[in-house]
């Protein structure tokens, strides 16, 4: 067995204490360690459970030129995540046993996070025929999450039958809440700010009327519904209809997650015609960033996910019109959050550890990840300096892909080291130091 004795840490921002880590597990203080294989002084960095993100593409197989798992992977890491779910638009789509198994074989062979494959709910993301969605779940990958994301499964029908058939499986559905009907050609949210810019209009209502229907199909189905980048408050207030309306008495769970981009950014970034401020959905007004801060908070919406986009420089450096949707997440996740979040009195530093890491790992059913920073515990962490500010530069992130929203942005707070299972997957900021 090995033991790393860290000393000085804070756990969730609280008094400094030292931690013993004794082959991948969390066993007290230091002071029941008589000879550590390895002390490290934290000097007063706080510590929260790695981070996990239910949102991630990490692009392979299919579009290694803007992402691999290996980079994805790094980014995570040095973001200070443990675990990531890959979502299944990737080529061919994740929507059989032998792409999800590559997927999480790759995860396993680079060890910086632990890689949970997202499996499609319908075929190819096609939304007309189920995916193998039990032969996913009994693959060794273990898949428990399906979602056709980047394409709402709009058919009703299909959307019944999914979550009926994922609740046999013990597995969530998560929704990319888009009516494609009503965004035919959209480009911005629709407002004074696209109509300014010529931009097509993206609804609100195409978010929201999928939210309510979806809602409604999980009550009756009993079955886990996770809404996927929620963007509106009208989505905020169906969800708290939802809850107070549909599931008491059912079976039914409606969880959902927001981006850090939608807690920041409003469509006036659009005005610069940067498609690095295009995303899928579109950024929104100030009021409905405001009111995801207040719902986030108040546990409403349940948790943040990154939705981390890379891309090709083609992709991006376009017109607008041709541009894909899409930013890069995993190394500013934590930061966002705490500008937003912390700084702005929302959250303490237990409500990031709730929001950042134990809600999402709950919504996907993972034992050993959000765990609480005690004895007993896997030992997944990571340690943030809470007074560090930097400036973000796209080309210097892990990523293959540089389309950051927050080019040239200084944000607050830097993840110095990351543990995943007691081994340091991350270094005084660097990947396997």
Aim: charged letters at 20%.
């Amino acid at each position: 067995m090995t033991t790393t004795l860290i000393r000085n840490v804070r756990p969730y921002g609280e008094d400094p204490t030292d931690l013993l880590v004794r082959d991948g597990v969390l066993v007290g203080s230091g002071g029941v360690a008589d000879d550590p294989d390895e002390t490290v002084d934290a000097d007063g960095l706080i510590a929260l459970p790695g981070l996990v993100d239910l949102h991630t593409h990490l692009r392979e197989p299919g579009g290694e030129e803007a992402e691999t798992v290996a980079t994805g992977s790094a980014a995570a890491a040095l973001g200070g995540y443990t675990a990531v779910f890959a979502m299944p638009n990737t080529t061919p789509a994740q929507d059989s046993p032998v792409v999800v198994e590559h997927v999480w074989r790759r995860g396993r062979e680079v060890g910086l996070v632990d890689v949970h494959p997202v499996g499609a709910v319908t075929v190819a993301l096609g939304g007309e025929r189920l995916a193998e969605m039990g032969m996913m779940a009994a693959s060794p990958a273990g898949v428990r999450m399906f979602s056709d994301d980047g394409r709402c499964v709009n058919d009703p029908l299909i959307m019944r039958r999914a979550l009926e058939y994922a609740r046999s499986l013990d597995a969530v559905v998560a929704q990319h809440a888009e009516d494609h009907r009503l965004t035919v050609g959209a480009q911005a949210h629709e407002g004074p700010v696209a109509a300014r810019l010529g931009l097509t209009g993206w609804p609100a209502s195409a978010e929201e009327s999928i939210v309510a229907r979806d809602a409604m199909l999980a009550a009756a189905a009993g079955a886990r519904l996770h809404v996927c980048h929620l963007s509106t408050a009208g989505s905020v207030e169906v969800l708290r209809w939802a809850r107070a309306s549909l599931l008491p008495g059912t079976r039914a769970v409606v969880s959902a997650e927001v981006t850090p981009h939608h807690l920041l950014l409003t469509d006036a970034a659009a005005e610069d015609y940067d498609p690095v401020h295009k995303v899928n959905p579109p950024l929104r007004p100030e009021a409905d960033t405001l009111a995801l801060r207040r719902a986030l908070a108040e546990g409403v919406v349940d948790c943040v996910a990154t939705d981390h986009a890379p891309h090709a420089v083609e992709a991006k450096d376009c017109e607008w019109a041709n541009a894909r949707p899409g930013m890069l997440g995993l190394q500013t996740a934590l930061s966002v959050v705490a500008a937003t979040m912390v700084d702005g009195g929302l959250l303490d530093w237990r409500g990031v550890a709730r929001v950042c890491s134990e809600a999402p790992a709950l919504i996907a059913g993972l034992a050993d990840q959000g765990r609480p920073i005690a004895p007993g515990e896997p030992a997944n962490l990571t340690l943030v300096d809470p007074a560090a500010r930097w400036t973000v530069r796209g080309a210097e992130l892990a990523s293959l892909a540089d389309n950051t929203p927050y080019e040239g942005m200084e944000l607050p707070v830097s993840v110095v080291h990351t543990m995943l299972r007691g081994r340091w997957t991350v270094r005084d900021g660097k990947v396997g130091q």
